[in-house]
């Protein structure tokens, strides 16, 4: 019986969050690790997200701590914000730099990286790993306009997958699913008030629908 290949997931959460959300479906974060526990020898499963540290209320904070409790390694940093020329307010939250290094550091110890990300700076990266023996699957999607994935990260990756393909096996129960929230569009693309750093309401209740999270009944009294 064949050794099945040690792999990690590498998940880009603002990516893959602006993925599932211009396709109108959730993924349940609990289903993904078990799909693949269930076909490779997983090593590894990275989240990775900027935060912005003194607001109120992060809508982003329960899936975060559901995460580091349920089998993933979540990598944060906090969300800088700067004036452009032009006076308006930015925020900026890129991860590429920890997804690389974690990436390169664990190439020794695995046969097969899932990057879960259609960000073009990637390509390098995905280059790098196969040089050092790792073969890549990219996961993102060419069923929007414009497409998610950058051309050349797909072109590079020596296997991509349209995660359209994955809903059946990762994505939240139709039924399960909340009201969608507007969205705003940035120059990135859709935002929410968790893109833009602003106040989310409270919504527990659509937690546990979107990504297989319980909250205790005493988080709950604690919020009311």
């Known amino acids: 019986m064949p050794v099945p290949p040690r792999s990690a997931l590498f998940i880009d959460g ?17 289903k993904l690790l078990a799909d693949f526990r269930a076909r490779e020898n997983l ?4 989240y990775y997200t900027a935060l912005v540290e003194d607001q109120e209320y992060s809508s982003i904070r ?10 993933y390694r979540v990598v944060t940093k906090p969300v800088k914000e700067f004036t ?36 073009g700076d990637f390509r390098p990266l995905v280059a790098a790993m ?13 069923q929007t306009q414009p497409p998610m994935v950058a051309d050349e990260l797909r072109r590079q990756a020596d296997d991509f997958v349209d995660i359209v393909q994955l809903i059946p096996r990762i994505g939240r129960d139709q039924g399960d699913r909340p009201p969608r929230q507007p969205r705003a569009l940035g ?8 893109d833009l750093g602003e106040r989310a309401p409270r919504a527990a209740a659509n937690l546990e629908n ?14 009311d």
């Open 84 to 119: 452009d020329s032009t006076g308006r307010r930015k925020v900026k939250g890129n991860m590429d730099i920890e997804l690389t290094i974690d990436a390169m550091e664990l190439s020794p110890y695995i046969d097969h990286m899932v990057l879960f990300s259609g960000d």
């Open 210 to 223: 979107r990504y297989g999270i319980r909250q205790s009944d005493e988080e709950d009294d604690a919020e």
């Open 62 to 71: 329960p899936l975060i701590d559901w995460l580091d409790y349920n089998g």
């Open 43 to 46: 090593v590894r499963a990275f």
């Open 187 to 194: 120059p990135d693309g859709p935002r929410d008030a968790r």
């Open 130 to 142: 196969q040089r050092r023996g790792v073969r890549v699957t990219v996961v993102s999607t060419v």
């Open 14 to 30: 603002a990516n893959i969050y602006a993925t599932t959300k211009a396709l109108g479906f959730d993924i349940d974060y609990r």
